[in-house]
């Protein structure tokens, strides 16, 4: 039985009945409820406990400022943790719980909390986590069992999210008065415009009033907008859609909230979608939300803002209580006393702060019958899981604010609702995001936007705006600057009528006195959420916190799922009256996107599991998937690491592939190398500044190893480059570089030689390389129809050529990566499936064996080759490499200068050694660092460190590759790896070069 | 995320760039006259303004040149874009 629901009135839906469940027990609601005013309808107010003291507590408002009614909905994989009733639309079979209270929210274990809550003052985190380090553990345990926030799902999130893109003319945040009227203004010009608002109707305010606009019911007024806006093409409205983030350039993002509120889904359509809109215009509507008013025990269920009890009363057709009290500093309260007299609720009194009372609303409520008490204050609540009665005493401010109020004027009226205000706060989280100003309002009483950065303007309550005419005329004008600023036709669209009230002006209240200071009075909560109350903030100030951003962190408030959206200004103001200084100079802490708590799937989109990044694939990747080889990532590309036999490990299949590539022949898919085709009538001009070797001097069909240097003198790339005509060259960079080499040359072609009349061409993907290694490679080449001479003398080492093999056009190069006789083909993409498939079917008859980037490795450390990025990290020279003959003395290249730099010549620079382990059998990680003593005490000095390590298949014994301390002169002496374990084995210098140091297996 | 304009393509969105730092930096004609601290200025040293600064940027997922940005590195606002050098495109 909805006990509280209205017969009649508001926006749900009576005839469709919706099952739901709450902590376990069944209820029903309507359709149009949220789950807040499904709740409040079945009278259960207490939701959930506090996050530190375990207190109890209820709804207090009706959006996205609700700091108490978070729930987990659902379970399973889909569960969303941290849900705000308030925002949660009720569907069928909806399964929510509490966050907090074990056993039961009704009989809460941690509330003992309450009892020693001395101990839990502002701080007390801090505080235990310094010293002793012993009780931290008895609290931790504590704590953590019995607080923490919602449970985060264990399995992936089997909902399906979208990001799209828009741009837009006119984009407006918020569909209450002020958006409606924008958006109206602007969609007659044919402006393109997006209205977003996070609620499931548009209509903000209005559809928990009873104002009137031209004459009809507001609700009819934003009927006939919202249909006036549908004709318009140009206009896309966004219901459940909140604008989140406001970024650079008037690039904005809102969240869609696509298919919650259709209830438990098959996961078969776009639950949330990001919109990434860049606007030429933002128009600022977001309202603006109403103030708790700080007394003690101001936080007990019942208590609610009285904004919101309008809203359930008017918009959800739910009265909340059926004896009210309502407290307030200014007018708008009084409405709830009118809404709530009308929905049959016994009105017990309207408790105003002020002396002067209200303008024509005090008229209206009294003339109800209603009692208002001006003058007077609720200092206390009393009750137990609901509020039972109010304390009410005299009040005035003379000055300053009482420290106390006396005991004796206390008079208690009993109630179960208590309707708060303490005046209201633009919400200008977005405006602030913007880069935008906001100043205190000495004449409103809160912060207003002042002065933007980007193109956006604020209208309506979130610009200070309380009425609803002025609400209405600032949306209209800024709707149409908008168009104007646009360019487009301005639309003679007139201001809607309403009917204007006197008010007298809002008497600011941040704290309500008590009878006794507020470290010995009941807790006078600021933020509900983060239980931070007057007390903390004094504590913090006595301890001396002057900073609101540190109080922030000091006290928590401000923190948690509703941002301190209710609890801020209060905490502010009240840190101000502390610290003795206007509120103006303690500003507030920064506004940070998201605005509200945003999904992880929101933020990912599509881009999850296989579209979480690209995955490049080489020409021939399906025969190496058919072959079993077990793949690596290099980059984006996918390459095959090794190809076990049958269920060999890595370590036996690289041994199988290396030996049999030294003795017959290997094959490796090497197309990931980078390609570049470089032409022009400067192209060697070019290339002698980037290379440090004579370019000039390099005959057409010849290869060399060539290295880049960065203009610090440190080895960027390296690679082999040929040169293929007068005007022609190719080059190749690591698999790694391939991108950041390209953008490094255009970035010296274009923005310091232009002159130079070169051209660039990425020519990565057209070519597949196919490596062939080892004593047979130049038989099997010749075996699949080769058309041209192999032999050294007409195809020496280090040189290139175009051929034909198996009928299919390729450029061969004689160069090795592995010390033996070896050939790269580059054959057209298209081809390189067929030519590879030729070249195994062939290679039966030589023992051919595919390899992979685990052999190719051991393959080249063997052969002291170095990988840039491996064994170098942007701080080693080519000296330090053993390269000094490559640098060519008679010109200038790119880093040259850097290589006569004092740090450049240090004597004890790391340089590149081989070691082998003294035992001959101890395999180092890769990464250990080397130690020169075994004997020094902690912090030990290390001298290098191990950047290339494996067990030579072909030596029968461990090597590595290191830069050690003035390596290039310590060939024959000993360090030591020193191991995790604490172990240090001591390790032999040598060449970097183990196997072939003279080279003749390549040049053969 | 910025709106940047390409002088080649357009207005395109910050994530289509990459970035190039401070730019004006001459490569000195011969290096190899500087002493160590000249050469140390030509390569480390910018100047970091608070407020306006001419910068490089590689259209990098687009047309792949790169041109010149004036921006100001407090509000980020972009007074505009240019291209390199003089003259006409190659
Ligand atoms: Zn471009």
């Keep these: ?1004 | 995320m910025l709106l940047i304009e390409c002088p080649w393509c357009g207005q395109r969105a910050e994530t289509e760039f990459s970035y190039g730092g401070e730019a004006g930096i001459t490569r000195p004609i011969d290096p190899s006259a500087l002493d160590d601290a000249e050469w140390a200025d030509y390569l480390y040293m910018r100047n970091n303004p608070c407020g306006s600064i001419k910068e490089l940027w590689n259209h990098s997922q687009g047309c792949r040149r790169w041109f010149g940005v004036e921006r100001d590195t407090v509000s980020y606002k972009i007074a505009g874009s240019f291209k390199l050098y003089a003259g006409e495109e190659k």
């Design chain 1, 1 to 1004: 039985m909805q006990k509280n629901r209205l017969q009649s009135g508001g926006r749900i839906d009576r005839t469709q009945v919706l099952n739901f469940r709450f902590n376990g027990r069944a209820y029903q609601g309507c359709a149009g409820d949220t789950l807040a005013s499904a709740l409040l309808a079945n009278g259960v107010y207490l939701i959930g406990r506090s996050f530190k003291l375990h207190r109890p507590r209820g709804i207090v408002g009706s959006g996205a400022e609700e700091p108490n009614a978070i729930v987990q909905i659902g379970s399973g994989a889909a569960t969303l943790p941290n849900q705000c009733a308030t925002q949660v639309l009720l569907y069928e079979g909806l399964d929510a719980n509490s966050l907090r209270g074990w056993p039961s929210v009704q009989f809460d274990v941690g509330s003992i909390t309450n009892w020693f809550s001395r101990f839990l003052a502002a701080g007390f985190y801090y505080k235990t986590f310094m010293a002793p380090r012993k009780l931290w553990s008895f609290y931790e345990k504590l704590i953590r069992d019995s607080a923490g926030w919602g449970h985060a799902p264990t399995k992936a999130d089997p909902d399906f999210y979208e990001h799209r893109n828009a741009h837009c003319d006119v984009l407006i945040a918020g569909a209450g008065p002020a958006g409606l009227m924008a958006a109206l203004a602007a969609a007659n010009s044919g402006a393109r415009v997006i209205i977003a608002d996070e609620q499931s109707e548009f209509g903000g305010r209005l559809l928990s009033q009873t104002d009137e606009i031209d004459s009809m019911a507001a609700t009819d007024w934003v009927a006939q907008a919202i249909n006036t806006l549908a004709q318009h093409e140009n206009v896309r409205m966004l219901p459940r859609s909140t604008v989140f983030g406001y970024f650079d350039h008037n690039f904005v993002t809102i969240a869609e909230h696509c298919t919650d509120h259709l209830g438990a889904h098959k996961h078969t359509t776009v639950r949330e979608r990001l919109w990434r809109v860049r606007a030429r215009q933002v128009i600022l509507a977001q309202g603006a939300f109403e103030r708790p008013l700080v007394f003690c025990n101001n936080d007990r269920p019942g208590v609610m803002l009285a904004s919101a009890v309008s809203t359930y009363v008017n918009r959800y057709g739910v009265c909340p209580g059926r004896e009210v009290v309502v407290f307030a500093n200014n007018d708008s309260a009084y409405r709830c006393a009118l809404d709530l007299d009308a929905a049959g609720a016994s009105v017990k009194a309207v408790i105003d702060s002020r002396a002067t009372g209200a303008g024509d609303l005090q008229q209206e409520v009294e003339a109800l019958g209603i009692t208002v008490m001006t003058g007077h204050v609720v200092t206390n609540t009393l009750g137990s899981q609901q509020i039972r009665a109010v304390q009410i005493a005299k009040f005035s401010i003379e000055g300053t604010v009482p420290a106390t109020l006396p005991a004796q004027d206390l008079v208690t009226i009993q109630c179960d609702l208590l309707a708060m205000s303490g005046g209201w706060s633009p919400a200008v989280h977005l405006h602030s995001q913007s880069g935008g100003r906001i100043t205190w309002s000495e004449e409103l009483h809160c912060f207003v936007p002042d002065g933007t950065t980007q193109n956006c303007v604020s209208a309506g309550a979130g610009n200070g705006a309380w009425e609803l005419h002025d609400c209405l005329r600032q949306g209209l004008e800024a709707g149409k600057a908008a168009i104007e600023y646009c360019g487009l036709e301005i639309s003679d669209l007139a201001e809607p009528k309403t009917e204007g009230i006197e008010t007298n002006s809002l008497q600011p209240l941040w704290r309500v006195p008590a009878v006794k200071a507020p470290d010995r009075c009941p807790k006078q909560f600021l933020d509900f959420q983060n239980d931070t109350s007057v007390a903390d903030v004094r504590l913090a100030v006595r301890e001396g916190y002057r900073n609101v951003e540190h109080v922030k962190r000091y006290t928590a408030l401000g923190f948690g799922t509703d941002q301190g959206k209710l609890g801020n200004i209060n905490g502010m103001a009240v840190l101000a009256e502390y610290l003795g200084e206007p509120i103006a100079n303690v500003g507030t802490t920064t506004f940070r996107p998201a605005y509200t708590p945003t999904s992880f799937g929101t933020c990912a989109g599509e881009t999850v599991g296989q579209l979480f990044d690209p995955v490049r694939k080489t020409a021939i990747h399906e025969w190496h998937e058919a072959a079993g080889a077990k793949f690596e990532t290099v980059g984006q590309w996918l390459r095959p690491w090794y190809f076990p036999d049958g269920d060999e490990d890595l370590d036996a299949a690289v041994k199988r592939e290396c030996l049999a590539t030294r003795r017959s022949v290997g094959i490796m898919d090497a197309s990931t190398l980078g390609k570049i085709d470089v032409q022009g009538p400067d192209a060697v001009k070019f290339l002698e500044r980037i290379y440090t070797h004579d370019v000039g001097k390099m005959k057409v069909g010849r290869c060399a190893y060539g290295i880049m240097l960065g203009e610090d003198g440190m080895l960027k790339d390296d690679g082999v480059m040929a040169r293929l005509g007068e005007q022609h060259f190719y080059l190749t960079t690591t698999t790694g570089g391939a991108a950041s080499v390209m953008s490094w040359l255009e970035l010296w072609l274009q923005t310091e030689w232009p002159d130079l009349d070169v051209y660039l061409t990425s020519v990565t993907d057209h070519y597949s390389t196919i490596s062939v290694a080892g004593p047979t490679s130049r038989q099997l080449l010749q075996a699949i129809d080769c058309d041209t001479s192999l032999d050294a003398a007409d195809f020496p080492f280090m040189s290139t050529q175009t051929a034909t093999l198996c009928n299919l056009p390729v450029r061969l190069f004689r160069v090795s990566f592995s010390g033996e006789l070896a050939f790269e083909i580059n054959v057209a993409s298209d081809h390189a499936l067929t030519l590879w498939c030729a070249l195994m079917d062939a290679g039966k008859n030589f023992d051919i064996t595919p390899y992979g980037t685990e052999s190719m490795h051991v393959l080249r450390a063997e052969k002291g080759f170095v990988i840039v990025g491996q064994d170098t990290d942007g701080s080693v020279t080519p000296t330090d490499l053993h390269m000094s003959w490559m640098l060519a003395s008679d010109k200038d290249f790119l880093g040259k200068r850097s290589l006569r730099r004092p740090d450049a010549l240090r004597a004890d620079r790391k340089q590149w050694v081989g070691l082998i382990p003294a035992d001959k059998t101890t395999v180092i990680a890769e990464g250990t660092q080397l130690i020169e003593d075994t004997a020094a005490r902690a912090p030990v000095p290390m001298c290098g460190h191990i950047s290339s390590s494996y067990d030579s298949p072909t030596l029968g014994h461990p090597i590595a590759l290191a830069l050690l301390k003035g390596g290039l002169e310590r060939a024959g002496e000993k360090v030591y790896a020193s191991l995790a374990n604490g172990k240090a084995v001591p390790m032999t210098v040598t060449s970097p070069v183990f196997y072939d140091p003279q080279g003749e297996r390549q040049r053969d």
